[in-house]
């Protein structure tokens, strides 16, 4: 850190992209503002009120240099919205086999949470060169992940999921930021991503990894919260069977058929009476208020590991 | 001319307020709204002299309308894409001031 | 007050009557695009909504009284059309029959109000009022939602009525005294009275017929 | 010049209540000048505190909750205190029945009844700052302002409110009084820039602030009773509150900077005896920016989790709200083209501005770029971004129009040498506090931080250095211009020998203005050879 930092690192494919981006665009306004900055200073020089120069008559009718420069500018600005749209859209559909990682943002804190169970605050650790899904909720104000080494940022809004994806290409570790005012430590909320080859991850997830996967904690959930009381099979109540309900489309009783993914799953645990089964009357009770956002996001784990194939029937 | 414009705004009225019972799904907030934007217009036309006013008078008119126009098909083209999920916070915020 | 020579009473940036009439409305009807605006900001928010929520807001929308909102439509519309005739009477100079037709717009008004105020006591009794005692567990988010938003708009709608019902009684009282000189306050007056009746107009489809369709 | 000073609008009456029960345009200006002073002068502080504590990555003096109140005062009182009502309000209501030949604006009683909305809502701001302040950003999001942020923020949303009003009533003034009261002959295309963009201006004040009036409401009951249309416990959605508040914001910086671009167009061709080039590009410009800069808030929220499609509609609106921005800074480039340009005062600010406002301007478009926004929004590549249009921008465009028009409102002239240097410090002073906030920013430093990583330290202090130049630069004019009005040379009526109908009337003018109404002949900035046309007949 003894040199003075002028160009933020990169750390994916991706920043290299949008630094070639930003240095077209710093290209083409330098280019603009140092034509405009020349015509000023040769105009206050050539035309100051002592010189001598010869001035023609005033042009009166003007309008070809306005078309002239004002379709300049238009096309250069909609050529330069369609790039910047282009790169922008790549950011927004992540390649399904993504590996998914919950953060969660609570006031002045990022709690991140693994499939595999290992938990880390004001840290992430994610494997070099593999595409990383962050999916995120906050628990009480507007927060913001920020890594500028990646150049990705998404503001976490409470009441919904918001998700980012990367894929980090350089091991190492970079700053993560909150980029949203939230309050007095909005300046402290943040940390460091560690970037692993993935053999080094992996050995990381084993020895962080001690206290069982996401699902098997989701499991231990399903149980004293009742869950498997109506949805195992011989349950008390009839409720829809969850094996093999992820991922599968679901027929609604209002005729509607939506896909079963990590959203509905849930929206039907924190919103029952939203989008009932069809065949089911809207009996189950809303959880919300009771879970927080981790155990959520457990459940959801458990309910995944159910499997999507066809019902298998014992859960695992 | 009050008493015709009176009787046609009390008919307008009876006329949403039965077409409101009637199911017609999406359509009824359609309806509605044609008939609030009548009603309205009526009022503008007759009741505030748009009818004898000055052009500019009724480009002040619209102005405001036209303004608002402007704030809800811009939210809507927000609200009506949006894709990923709404569901209550997990937790309720406290009730702290 | 003015510090000025003799000629500048009030007014005098005029050039004649006619063009202090013309300044006055348009400053009204620029007056009503703020307002249109203003009203239209919880508008555009509940369409938002509408959106988003579509079938529970309609749900919620059932708990509101169409009777009552309907008659009181009605009310609104009639003191329209009174204030219209008040203005007319002003201008072809019918000093009586223009503060008998301003009375009557301030009754109904008045009218307007009370069915309003009770309409509010019935949804006190139903607990609807989400800042005092709420049943969130019997009707659920949406509907507080809604009925915050329907607070706020229907609030503020009244508040703007008993401003205009204020201002109607004041122009009543000072006719019969005849201190009012011209029919031009009058007019701007109407205006504002018509356009609290479009407010109304617009608030009426959305918050009680939104309720009968669900 | 000696003998009894001739009756102007400062000695036709004396005392105290005389100014405060004004109905003046002339003398409701200049209190409205000397508040937004005060609160430039509050405001500017509050920047130095800010940029003081940024000396050093750690805490310097201030505590993180102290540094949060420092910049949300800054925001607020720049914004709503300083910013929008500065040249509408000042020169607007000065200048603005001068120069289209009328003896006062439509609502005179409307005129004072702002200045006590204003002061009314100034004084409630002050007091929530006297008392602790608030630390929720001049944004006030909405979880945090409604549920978590301590202090008293209803007082200050309360003076928000009432300032909002006192806008309104501002522009529906000008509006009516542009329609309406122009002198005969003084047809649209002959009235001057600044009237056409104060104009323009004041359309924007009274259809978007009350946008901005709801949803202060609606946050007010939100916080009053815990339970509100915006809160994410109902169900309500955040994001409802940005829209609303950007829908007014944008529309707002399009408030500050419109005014100013006006005076910039009355200075240029002033100070370079030249024809305004392209007049008529020139206004049309300023409506389309005050157009469409209402369809454009969305870029605001790139990152907050708006719809695709929405994003991509308002970045491509955002390009386009660009346009007549660079059409302006060409025509007034192009105006100096066969002139004879004299670098007085004025005409160096209009240069500063020109300048930082052209870089303010295309630094916009890497903002309006969907990919490079992700990276930038919330750092202080933004905070240099809009700061090189307000600072640079508006205040330049602000004291240059000031010095335009001093010798007219004060009937005195300044002191030339000291104002030229004035303006070359702010230059510089402006450059370099803001140019290593470009650096800093794209390296990822978030804004509204109050302590950062070590490595951007050396940003920050250049950035400080800067700002300590920058300060002195805004002082400056308080004592000189100030000197003027008691040893300042007295000004003839048209000391710039200009073409406008203000230079027709003594300075300072006298109550009612003009003794006959002028009669209007010809159109603004007719310069033959450097010789001034004036535009009214003169009988």
């Known amino acids: 850190m003894s040199t003075v930092p002028f160009w933020p690192v990169e750390a994916s494919h991706y920043a290299a992209q949008l630094d070639f981006l930003f240095i077209g665009l710093l290209a083409i306004t330098g280019f603009t503002a140092g034509f405009v900055f020349f015509l000023l200073i040769l105009f206050a020089a050539r035309y100051r009120e002592g010189s001598g120069v010869e001035r023609s008559t005033p042009t009166t009718k003007t309008w070809e240099w306005e078309v002239a420069w004002t379709t300049a500018s238009l096309l250069v600005f909609v050529g330069l919205a369609v790039w910047g749209a282009s790169l922008?859209?790549?950011?927004?559909?992540?390649?399904?086999?993504?590996?998914?990682?919950?953060?969660?943002?609570?006031?002045?804190?990022?709690?991140?949470?693994?499939?595999?169970?290992?938990?880390?605050?004001?840290a992430l650790h994610v494997p070099a060169g593999r595409d990383v899904r962050l999916v995120m909720a906050s628990q009480d104000v507007i927060h913001s992940f920020f890594v500028p080494a990646l150049r990705v940022k998404q503001d976490v809004v409470p009441?919904?999921?918001?998700?980012?994806?990367?894929?980090?290409?350089?091991?190492?570790q970079y700053r993560i930021f909150c980029a949203e005012y939230c309050g007095t430590d909005h300046a402290h909320m943040g940390g460091w991503l560690t970037v692993m080859e993935p053999r080094a991850f992996a050995g990381w997830l084993r020895t962080e990894g001690g206290h069982g996967t996401l699902a098997d904690q989701g499991a231990a959930l399903f149980r004293n919260y009742g869950c498997s009381g109506c949805h195992e099979p011989g349950g008390t109540v009839r409720a829809p069977p969850l094996e093999g309900l992820y991922g599968n489309p679901v027929p609604l009783s209002d005729g509607r058929v939506i896909r079963a993914d990590d959203s509905y799953i849930r929206d039907s645990i924190l919103l029952p009476k939203k989008d009932v089964a069809a065949g089911y009357d809207p009996v189950m009770p809303s959880f919300a208020g009771q879970l927080n956002e981790d155990d959520v996001a457990k459940l959801v784990a458990y309910v995944k590991s159910l499997g999507s194939s066809a019902p298998a029937g014992a859960s695992r | 001319m009050v008493l015709k414009?009176?009787?046609?705004?009390?008919?307008?009225?009876?006329?949403?307020?039965?077409?409101?019972?009637?199911?017609?799904?999406?359509?009824?907030?359609?309806?509605?709204?044609a008939i609030a934007v009548a009603k309205a217009v009526l009022v503008l036309w007759f009741f505030m002299e748009l009818k004898g006013s000055a052009g500019l008078t009724r480009a002040f008119a619209a102005a405001g309308f036209f303004w608002l126009l402007i704030l809800i098909a811009l939210t809507w083209a927000d609200y009506s894409q949006r894709r990923d999920v709404r569901v209550p916070v997990t937790i309720s915020s406290p009730r702290s001031p | 007050m003015s510090d000025r020579a003799a000629s500048t009473e009030p007014g005098f940036q005029f050039a004649d009557a006619a063009q202090a009439r013309e300044v006055s409305t348009l400053g009204m009807w620029a007056f009503l695009a703020t307002e249109v605006l203003f009203f239209g900001a919880l508008i555009a928010a509940y369409f938002n909504y509408r959106i988003w929520y579509g079938d529970e807001l309609i749900a919620a929308a059932g708990h509101t009284k169409i009777v009552l909102g309907t008659i009181n439509t009605a009310v609104l519309l009639t003191s329209s059309a009174c204030m219209a005739m008040a203005v007319w009477s002003q201008e072809s100079k019918a000093r009586r029959a223009a503060c008998l037709w301003l009375a009557a717009t301030a009754a109904l008004g008045l009218l307007f109000v009370a069915i309003k105020s009770y309409e509010y006591l019935l949804e006190y009794r139903e607990h609807l009022v989400p800042a005092l005692d709420f049943d969130g567990a019997r009707y659920g988010g949406a509907t507080e939602l809604f009925f915050t938003w329907y607070f706020c708009a229907t609030g503020l709608h009244a508040l703007h009525l008993l401003i205009g019902i204020g201002f109607v009684l004041f122009a009543a009282i000072a006719i019969a005294r005849d201190r009012l000189p011209d029919g031009l306050s009058i007019r701007i007056l109407g205006l504002y009275w018509h356009f609290v009746d479009i407010v109304w107009i617009f608030l009426f489809p959305l918050i009680y017929l939104a309720g009968r369709n669900g | 010049m000696s003998g009894p000073p001739p009756r102007n609008y400062f000695n036709a009456t004396v005392g105290i209540r005389s100014w405060l029960l004004t109905t003046d345009h002339k003398r409701i200006a200049l209190l409205y000048f000397a508040s937004i002073t005060f609160f430039f002068l509050v405001g500017g502080f509050a920047a130095t505190l800010i940029r003081f504590e940024l000396v050093t990555p750690g805490p310097t003096f201030a505590s993180p909750d102290t540094y949060n109140r420092l910049f949300t005062m800054h925001g607020v009182i720049m914004v709503w205190f300083f910013l929008i009502p500065s040249i509408p309000t000042t020169m607007g209501n000065f200048m603005i029945p001068l120069m289209i030949g009328a003896k006062d604006l439509a609502f005179p009683r409307l005129n004072l009844a702002s200045w006590y909305l204003f002061i009314a809502g100034g004084a409630l701001t002050i007091t929530s700052l006297l008392l602790g302040g608030i630390d929720t950003g001049w944004t006030f999001y909405e979880p945090y302002s409604t549920f978590y942020a301590t202090?008293?923020?209803?007082?200050?949303?309360?003076?928000?409110?009432?300032?909002?009003?006192?806008s309104i009533l501002t522009g529906l003034n000008f509006i009516v009084t542009v329609h309406k009261l122009r002198a005969p002959g003084m047809t649209w295309y002959r009235l001057p820039v600044f009237v056409w963009s104060t104009y323009t201006t004041s359309v924007i004040l009274v259809l978007a602030t009350p946008v901005l009036a709801m949803t202060l409401a609606m946050l007010l009951v939100e916080r009053v009773f815990h339970v509100g249309i915006f809160s994410p416990a109902l169900g309500g959605d955040p994001l409802l509150f940005q829209h609303m508040f950007w829908f007014y914001s944008h529309p707002a910086v399009y408030i500050m900077i419109l005014p100013s671009m006006g005076l910039i167009s009355e200075i240029i061709p002033v100070f370079s005896r030249n024809r305004l080039f392209g007049y008529h590009f020139v206004v049309w410009a300023s409506i389309a920016i005050g157009v469409i800069g209402f369809l454009v808030w969305g870029h605001h929220m790139f990152?907050?989790?708006?719809?695709?499609?929405?994003?991509?509609?308002?970045?491509?609106?955002?390009?386009?709200?660009a346009v007549p921005s660079a059409i302006k800074v060409f025509n007034w480039i192009a105006t100096l083209h066969n002139g004879w340009i004299r670098f007085s005062a004025p005409m160096l600010y209009a240069f500063g501005f020109i300048g930082l406002f052209t870089i303010g301007g295309l630094t916009g478009l890497f903002l309006a770029a969907l990919a490079v926004d992700v990276h930038v929004t919330d750092t202080y590549f933004v905070v240099a971004h809009f700061h090189f249009i307000m600072v640079g921008g508006a205040v330049m465009g602000y004291f240059g129009?000031?010095?335009?028009?001093?010798?007219?409102?004060?009937?005195?002239?300044?002191?030339?040498?000291?104002?030229?240097?004035?303006?070359?410090?702010?230059?510089?002073?402006?450059?370099?506090?803001?140019?290593?906030?470009?650096?800093?920013?794209?390296?990822?430093?978030?804004?509204?931080?109050?302590?950062?990583?070590?490595?951007?330290?050396v940003w920050n202090v250049l950035s400080s250095a800067g700002?300590?130049?920058?300060?002195?630069?805004?002082?400056?004019?308080?004592?000189?211009?100030?000197?003027?009005?008691?040893?300042g040379v007295r000004a003839s009526p048209n000391p710039w020998n200009a073409t406008g109908l203000e230079w027709d009337v003594p300075s300072p003018p006298p109550p009612e203005n003009f003794e006959r109404t002028p009669?209007?002949?010809?159109?603004?900035?007719?310069?033959?050879?450097?010789?001034?046309?004036?535009q009214a007949k003169h009988v």
């Open chain 4, 401 to 457: 129009g000031l010095h335009y028009w001093w010798p007219k409102i004060s009937g005195r002239m300044y002191p030339e040498y000291w104002a030229r240097f004035t303006a070359i410090l702010a230059f510089f002073g402006f450059a370099l506090t803001f140019t290593p906030q470009f650096i800093v920013g794209y390296l990822g430093m978030p804004r509204r931080y109050q302590s950062y990583p070590p490595e951007f330290q």
């Open chain 1, 159 to 172: 009441g919904r999921y918001e998700s980012l994806a990367f894929r980090a290409d350089r091991p190492g």
């Open chain 4, 303 to 321: 990152v907050a989790g708006q719809a695709l499609f929405a994003s991509l509609a308002f970045s491509f609106l955002s390009y386009l709200v």
């Open chain 4, 151 to 166: 202090g008293y923020v209803i007082l200050a949303i309360s003076g928000i409110f009432l300032s909002g009003f006192s």
């Open chain 4, 467 to 487: 700002a300590s130049i920058l300060a002195v630069a805004y002082a400056l004019p308080v004592f000189y211009l100030g000197w003027s009005l008691l040893k």
């Open chain 1, 88 to 122: 922008y859209v790549t950011l927004y559909n992540p390649p399904r086999d993504s590996l998914q990682i919950f953060i969660v943002g609570k006031q002045w804190m990022w709690k991140a949470q693994h499939p595999g169970g290992q938990r880390e605050i004001n």
């Open chain 4, 519 to 534: 009669d209007v002949i010809r159109a603004p900035y007719q310069y033959e050879g450097g010789r001034a046309l004036p």
């Open chain 2, 5 to 33: 414009v009176w009787l046609a705004l009390f008919a307008l009225l009876a006329l949403t307020t039965t077409m409101a019972f009637v199911q017609l799904g999406s359509a009824n907030l359609a309806i509605a709204l």
